[in-house]
């Protein structure tokens, strides 16, 4: 049942209907009927997985018990890496034990021993990165004495499965979302008019613009060795936006949904391809994925406090993390590499935190140093994205010898009309304005300052809505539900 369906949409009005007519004001009832909503929003995506969901959910809630009431750090450790080592146990098996098999097999095949390992012919569960990353949060907060165990299952289990979330976050943390689950939630009509503009502007981002790119990047990649340097460099910046008004897209729905429901997510993005450096494109790109590793592992592994060879250390194992966590992929790996690599100057060098605040501030246009800032950072983040769209590291590099090519500097050919190539160009031009425009605020379309009359801002939704219905044709999947 993806978000961008019809389906969704009635289940969405059966479960605000329940939630606000019939249970309002009654907590409890309103969490259970969330939980069981939650529940059967998963079961549409594949009803057998649902036993793991829930598996997971049960191993964390006892589990956080068990730490919460152990009478010494021993036992209470005990619990905390038995729930770390099954839920990664999970994990594991699904998503990386054919990557696994099959990488031994290449590694034994080429010193002459041959091995025909056991795969596993089963499918990647989806969202399971995404809850599992839930529960062991949970779980660490409990044992590092950040939050106490939760006793109410129903509780527990909407902050694990809330809907919105649950298939391709944001990630969230139990210091921030069970607070909410266990307080009173009363209508707020700003709040969900505001939620609804950014169900819009989710839409509008993964049905106009990611889609759009979508069909041009993967004929494209699908045919590399076809295309000149030039269609190459085009292909991987459909990519660049494909990928980032998905995913973004994706998290702009999730956030304006929960705000039906009387919730605030974490943000998941805040303009990264507005970032003057790697390090401030992190900041604002997949942030709940990015400060879970922060605050889970990099930090833990001493983070930057440390001597250079230590700080180059984490550094390289939290994007390395990052990239096996996006898939059991060789070039997902040499993408959280090369992220690595991109950033380290500035960790090195101490200018990791220049860009605090958004590009511009205040201003209509960056100064020229900014604008060049941005181009470079832009470049470094397409050069990595074209190992993560690649289907392997081989084509990835035949990729990146194809562009850097005599006819690197030719004009663009695609077996599309020009009328359909420069249409997919507008779009994108238009929706970086918009973007650029709206940078200040928690997403682009939020306030709409620089349109002045309510007139105007009325007809700019309308308008929204009747370019997203001429552009919706089948529904494509999100990128991050492999995930």
């Given at each position: 049942m993806?978000?961008?369906?019809?389906?969704?949409?009635?289940?969405?009005?059966?479960?605000?209907?329940?939630?606000?007519?019939?249970?309002?004001q009654?907590?409890q009832?309103?969490?259970l009927?969330?939980?069981?909503a939650s529940?059967?929003?998963?079961a549409c995506w594949?009803?057998?997985?649902?036993?793991?969901l829930?598996?997971s959910?049960?191993?964390?809630?006892?589990t956080?018990?068990k730490?919460y009431?152990?009478?010494?750090?021993?036992?209470?450790?005990?619990?905390?890496?038995?729930?770390?080592?099954?839920?990664?146990g999970?994990?594991?098996?699904?998503?990386?034990?054919?990557f696994?098999?099959a990488?031994?097999?290449?590694v034994?095949?080429?010193?002459?021993?041959?091995?025909?390992p056991?795969?596993?012919n089963v499918?990647?569960?989806?969202?399971?990165?995404f809850y599992?990353f839930?529960?062991?949060?949970?779980?660490?907060?409990?044992?590092?004495?950040?939050?106490k165990?939760?006793r109410?299952?129903i509780?527990?289990s909407?902050?694990?499965?809330?809907f919105?979330?649950?298939?391709?976050?944001?990630?969230?943390?139990?210091t921030?979302?069970?607070?909410q689950v266990?307080?009173?939630?009363?209508?707020?009509?700003?709040e969900a008019?505001?939620?609804?503009?950014?169900?819009?502007?989710?839409?509008?981002?993964?049905?106009?613009?990611?889609d759009?790119c979508?069909d041009y990047a993967?004929?494209?990649?699908?045919?590399s060795?076809h295309?000149s340097?030039s269609t190459?460099?085009?292909g991987?910046?459909f990519?660049?936006?494909?990928?980032?008004?998905?995913?973004s897209?994706y998290?702009?729905m999730?956030?304006g949904?929960?705000?039906?429901f009387?919730f605030e997510?974490?943000?998941?993005f805040a303009f990264?391809?507005?970032?003057r450096?790697m390090?401030?494109f992190?900041?604002?790109w997949h942030?709940s994925?990015?400060?879970?590793?922060?605050?889970?592992?990099?930090?833990?592994?001493?983070g930057?406090?440390?001597?250079?060879?230590?700080?180059?250390?984490?550094t390289?194992?939290?994007?390395?993390v990052?990239?096996?966590w996006h898939?059991?992929?060789?070039?997902?790996?040499?993408?959280?590499?090369?992220?690595?690599?991109?950033?380290l100057?500035?960790i090195?060098?101490k200018?990791?935190?220049n860009?605090?605040?958004?590009?511009?501030?205040g201003?209509?246009?960056?100064?020229?140093?900014?604008?060049?800032?941005?181009?470079?950072?832009?470049?470094?983040?397409?050069?990595?994205?074209?190992?993560?769209?690649?289907?392997?590291?081989?084509?990835a590099?035949?990729?990146?010898?194809g562009?850097?090519?005599?006819?690197?500097?030719?004009v663009?050919?695609?077996?599309?009309s020009?009328e359909q190539?420069?249409?997919?160009i507008?779009?994108?031009?238009?929706f970086?304005?918009?973007?650029?425009q709206?940078?200040e605020s928690?997403?682009a379309i939020e306030?709409?300052?620089?349109?002045r009359?309510r007139g105007?801002?009325l007809a700019?939704?309308y308008t929204?809505?009747?370019?997203i219905?001429?552009?919706?044709?089948?529904?494509?999947q999100f990128?991050?539900?492999?995930?």
């Open positions: 993806l978000f961008n369906s019809f389906g969704f949409g009635i289940f969405l009005i059966v479960v605000f209907a329940l939630y606000w007519f019939v249970f309002n009654k907590l009832q309103q969490n009927l969330l939980m069981a529940y059967f929003f998963y594949d009803w057998r997985f649902l036993f793991l829930i598996f959910t049960l191993l964390d809630y006892f956080g018990l730490m009431e152990a009478k010494n750090q021993r036992l209470k450790t005990f619990w905390l890496w038995l729930s770390i080592t099954i839920n990664l999970f994990l594991g098996v699904f998503k990386y034990y054919n696994f098999a990488s031994l097999a290449s034994c095949a080429d010193i002459g021993i041959h091995l025909s056991f795969t596993l499918i990647l569960p989806v969202g399971i990165s599992t839930h529960g062991l949060s949970y779980v660490i907060d409990v044992y590092k004495g950040r939050i165990a939760e109410n299952f509780d527990y909407l902050f694990v499965s809330f919105p979330l649950l298939v391709a976050g944001p990630i969230e943390r139990a921030h979302l069970l607070p266990k307080a009173p939630r009363k209508f707020d009509y700003q008019i505001n939620g609804l503009r950014q169900i819009l502007w989710g839409l509008f981002k993964k049905a106009v613009i990611a759009q979508a993967n004929l494209i990649f699908a045919n060795a295309y340097g190459l460099v085009l991987a910046i990519f660049a936006f494909q990928i980032y008004c998905d995913f897209g998290s702009d999730a956030l949904i929960a705000r039906l009387g997510l974490l943000r998941n990264p391809y507005f970032s450096d390090a401030e992190w900041r604002r942030i994925l990015s400060s879970w590793f922060r605050d889970y592992l990099y930090i833990p592994l001493g930057s406090k440390t001597g250079t060879w230590l700080k180059v250390r984490n390289l194992i939290i994007f390395l990052s990239g096996f898939g059991a992929n060789w070039t997902f790996i040499i993408w959280g590499l090369l992220n690595a690599l991109f950033i100057p500035s090195l060098l200018t990791n935190r860009h605090l605040e958004i590009v511009a501030k201003k209509a246009l960056p100064t020229p140093r900014e604008f060049i800032q941005m181009v470079i950072t832009f470049i470094q983040v397409i050069f990595a994205w074209i190992f993560f769209r690649a289907d392997s590291v081989t084509q590099f035949k990729y990146i010898g562009i850097f090519s005599k006819s690197l500097f030719s663009p050919e695609l077996d599309v020009k190539l420069l249409e997919v507008l779009l994108i031009i238009t970086i304005i918009v973007e650029w709206g940078r928690q997403y306030k709409l300052t620089w349109l009359k105007y801002r700019f939704y929204l809505i009747i370019v219905f001429l552009f919706t044709g089948k529904e494509q990128i991050y539900f492999q995930f």
